[in-house]
């Protein structure tokens, strides 16, 4: 019998398990080898941007970002573009740009060696009683089950632990896709690109080494490839060099405005990061609600286990009015309006362009 299992070893579930794996008998399940070489395909599609609350909790943790993570360049602005009415800003923001899947791997380096791991393990389910939880899961061809005390789901936002749980409700969700393209020269920013008539949450442009990444958020249903299409066209319109893709892939991304699709979980199962709904409903920035929500459940866990749901909510009722208040900054950047004001006065941006 273990004390915790976590299903997802991304940040949320990696951070878990390192804090908890101290104290409690662990078993941590992913689909992937993160002690492995980086798959073709299977691995976290994500933009690599770590905002400035993500820094402040890897130096909560006391940990600094081993070089081999990064990725060139740094980044010190946001460009700003309505790509309706051409107007540009760039403002400054702090960004650590990594290489995710690197990532991913360094923050499971971090586990202690005493939690047990099963890679390329497929979470299948699980039956709650009064004594724990029975897990299911497919491992090397064959269907096992364990038992624990605990059980958290970390699997993102497609999360099976979520579903499986049966809540009643789906999160409000979008459709991200994102490509690669090679760049000739990096770019020194990270652009937000606002267009109504591609989506009414946001693209963007990030430069990762010698590639660009472009990516959106579509509301799901719609047309994805062909807004995507639009989109590019765009860019290319702007002076963006798109010549040459290098693959495009897409996923789920969660938007839990005001914080609707917030879910802690049912008994004796917790869901964080992004399976939770935990995620910046104005900007897409998960990797710091992962940790945060992470810390909050490896704090609550630290009690009885009948008791660590009740306190994990408690624990995480700031997050809960950061997810509120990151909402109410939709407006100026979502309502065209508004966006069109703050960018024609340059409020706050060093620059125009
Ligand atoms: C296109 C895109 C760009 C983004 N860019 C940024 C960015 O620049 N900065 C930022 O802060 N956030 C960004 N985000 C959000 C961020 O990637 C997520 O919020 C963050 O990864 C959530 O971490 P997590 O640990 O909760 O889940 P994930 O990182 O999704 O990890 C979930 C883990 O669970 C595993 N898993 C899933 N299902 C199963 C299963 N059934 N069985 C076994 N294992 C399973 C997966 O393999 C994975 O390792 C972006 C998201 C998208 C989609």
Redesign the pocket.
């Given at each position: 019998m273990y004390d915790l299992i976590i299903?997802?070893?991304?940040?949320?579930?990696?951070t878990l398990a390192r804090l908890a794996g101290k104290r409690l008998k662990t078993l941590v399940?992913?689909?992937?080898d993160?002690e492995g070489p980086v798959a073709g395909t299977?691995e976290?599609?994500?933009?690599?941007?770590?905002?400035p609350d993500?820094q402040e909790m890897l130096a909560r943790f006391g940990l600094g970002l081993p070089a081999q993570v990064l990725v060139s360049p740094q980044l010190f602005a946001v460009r700003a573009i309505d790509l309706i009415t051409r107007q540009q800003r760039i403002y400054p923001r702090n960004y650590l740009n990594v290489n995710?899947q690197a990532m991913?791997r360094w923050l499971v380096s971090l586990i202690p060696p005493a939690v047990e791991r099963g890679w390329g393990?497929?979470?299948?389910g699980f039956v709650q009683s009064q004594e724990g939880v029975e897990v299911s899961?497919s491992l090397g061809g064959e269907r096992q089950k364990a038992r624990t005390r605990f059980l958290a789901g970390?699997?993102?936002?497609?999360?099976?632990v979520r579903a499986e749980l049966g809540l009643g409700f789906t999160p409000p969700s979008y459709t991200?896709?994102?490509e690669a393209f090679a760049a000739k020269a990096p770019s020194p920013y990270f652009s937000a690109l606002f267009d109504r008539k591609i989506t009414d949450f946001y693209a963007w442009t990030?430069p990762k080494g010698d590639r660009l990444l472009v990516?959106a958020?579509l509301p799901r249903g719609a047309a994805g490839p062909a807004q995507f299409a639009e989109l590019k066209g765009k860019l290319q319109g702007l002076g963006f060099d798109l010549d040459t893709s290098l693959g495009r892939e897409g996923?789920?991304?969660l938007r839990p405005l005001g914080g609707r699709g917030l879910a802690w979980g049912r008994g004796r199962v917790a869901l964080?990061?992004?399976?939770g709904g935990?995620?910046s409903p104005s900007s897409?920035?998960?990797?710091?609600?992962?940790f945060r929500s992470a810390l909050a459940l490896a704090r609550a866990l630290e009690g009885n286990p009948e008791g660590a749901l009740r306190r994990y909510r408690a624990l995480t009722r700031a997050l809960v009015l950061n997810i509120v208040a990151k909402t109410a900054k939709c407006p100026p950047m979502y309502q065209p309006f508004l966006r069109r004001l703050a960018l024609g006065t340059g409020l706050l941006s060093i620059q125009d362009i």
């Amino acid at each position: 019998m273990y004390d915790l299992i976590i299903v997802g070893a991304g940040p949320a579930g990696a951070t878990l398990a390192r804090l908890a794996g101290k104290r409690l008998k662990t078993l941590v399940l992913d689909r992937r080898d993160l002690e492995g070489p980086v798959a073709g395909t299977g691995e976290k599609l994500c933009g690599g941007l770590l905002a400035p609350d993500a820094q402040e909790m890897l130096a909560r943790f006391g940990l600094g970002l081993p070089a081999q993570v990064l990725v060139s360049p740094q980044l010190f602005a946001v460009r700003a573009i309505d790509l309706i009415t051409r107007q540009q800003r760039i403002y400054p923001r702090n960004y650590l740009n990594v290489n995710r899947q690197a990532m991913d791997r360094w923050l499971v380096s971090l586990i202690p060696p005493a939690v047990e791991r099963g890679w390329g393990a497929q979470f299948l389910g699980f039956v709650q009683s009064q004594e724990g939880v029975e897990v299911s899961f497919s491992l090397g061809g064959e269907r096992q089950k364990a038992r624990t005390r605990f059980l958290a789901g970390a699997d993102g936002a497609l999360s099976r632990v979520r579903a499986e749980l049966g809540l009643g409700f789906t999160p409000p969700s979008y459709t991200a896709i994102q490509e690669a393209f090679a760049a000739k020269a990096p770019s020194p920013y990270f652009s937000a690109l606002f267009d109504r008539k591609i989506t009414d949450f946001y693209a963007w442009t990030i430069p990762k080494g010698d590639r660009l990444l472009v990516g959106a958020a579509l509301p799901r249903g719609a047309a994805g490839p062909a807004q995507f299409a639009e989109l590019k066209g765009k860019l290319q319109g702007l002076g963006f060099d798109l010549d040459t893709s290098l693959g495009r892939e897409g996923t789920m991304l969660l938007r839990p405005l005001g914080g609707r699709g917030l879910a802690w979980g049912r008994g004796r199962v917790a869901l964080i990061g992004e399976a939770g709904g935990w995620i910046s409903p104005s900007s897409a920035e998960g990797i710091s609600y992962a940790f945060r929500s992470a810390l909050a459940l490896a704090r609550a866990l630290e009690g009885n286990p009948e008791g660590a749901l009740r306190r994990y909510r408690a624990l995480t009722r700031a997050l809960v009015l950061n997810i509120v208040a990151k909402t109410a900054k939709c407006p100026p950047m979502y309502q065209p309006f508004l966006r069109r004001l703050a960018l024609g006065t340059g409020l706050l941006s060093i620059q125009d362009i």
